[in-house]
């Protein structure tokens, strides 16, 4: 069982950044597909941004060139750098795990955290 902790959300002006962490329990966590995911208020679940334990990354276009996804094994814990946000941005964010792949989902969930963006 893998617990994920996520941290880091907020209210930011549109433009303006913010950074989110996810700690990850287990000592496995070098071996997980690490994942990004939003929801806003009445939309599905979108995938944002992966890294696989390999560290090949995808980015979702409407986040492309301005959000960035790394990982610490080390720290166990997978960061999200958001800039130049934008008001379409706002969502609840939520971090997800899987031994493999969250092809058709992720294996573990985090309680996601809010990010704001005010125009």
């Known amino acids: 069982q893998v617990q994920l902790v996520e941290s880091g959300g907020g209210l930011v002006e549109a433009g303006g950044s913010l950074r989110l962490s996810c700690a990850a329990s287990g000592s496995r966590f070098s071996l997980y597909f690490m994942g990004w995911y939003r929801q806003a208020p009445g939309k599905q679940r979108e995938p944002v941004t992966t890294i696989t334990r390999g560290g090949t990354i995808k980015y979702a276009e409407s986040v492309k060139g301005r959000f960035t996804i790394s990982r610490d094994n080390a720290k166990n814990t997978v960061y999200l750098q958001m800039n130049s946000l934008k008001p379409e941005d706002t969502a609840v964010y939520y971090c997800?795990?899987?031994?493999?792949?969250?092809?058709?989902?992720?294996?573990?969930w985090g309680q996601g955290t809010q990010v704001t963006v005010s125009s």
């Open positions: 997800a795990a899987a031994a493999w792949s969250c092809t058709p989902t992720c294996d573990y």
